[in-house]
């Protein structure tokens, strides 16, 4: 793949029942089991097709470095339910929470494989509640699917 890989946003938007197999052992892949759970992965190929299966049950889109940060300061978790903090990624190895948010941001660390840190967001419900239906596509109004930009908007009402 040429140029840049960029980092995404995947939030699960819809509930665990009545799921295909199939779509739900994606959805483990990318440890995205509940409801308004979230996570950041690259835009490699495997990644997209996995999104692309569960489309219906996500929402995705490229994802600002404010909102990386936003996202590492107030929902990161170690294992152990500890909470992210500064303290605790230079254990890691980063100086700090922002420069982690750095190296996750410019895909120099994939999020999911560091060291003692939970791969997933854990988030509120949004704010005002979501734009549109959760059975419908972002292009068609509702929630689901690639959302580019927006993605960030919906992040900042959930975290």
Not at 48 to 63: H, T
Not at 108 to 136: A, C, N, Q
Not at 138 to 156: H, M, P, Q, W
Request: charged share 35%; hydrophobic share 35%; aromatic share 6%.
């Amino acid at each position: 793949m040429k140029g840049k890989r960029k980092c995404l946003a995947v939030i699960r938007v819809r509930g665990v029942s009545d799921i295909y197999r199939e779509i739900g052992e994606t959805l483990k892949m990318l440890h995205l089991t509940r409801n308004c759970h979230a996570t950041l992965i690259d835009d490699r190929p495997s990644y997209l097709g996995m999104l692309r299966k569960a489309k219906d049950y996500l929402a995705w889109g490229e994802v600002s470095k404010e909102s990386v940060v936003l996202l590492l300061r107030k929902r990161g978790k170690l294992v152990g339910d500890k909470k992210l903090n500064d303290e605790n990624v230079q254990g890691i190895g980063y100086e700090s929470i922002d420069d982690l948010a750095e190296a996750v941001y410019e895909v120099r660390v994939e999020y999911g494989s560091i060291r003692d840190v939970k791969p997933v967001f854990r988030l509120h419900p949004p704010r005002k509640g979501f734009s549109g239906k959760v059975k419908r596509s972002f292009a068609t109004g509702g929630v689901t699917g690639y959302r580019s930009e927006v993605i960030n908007d919906l992040i900042k009402r959930m975290a």
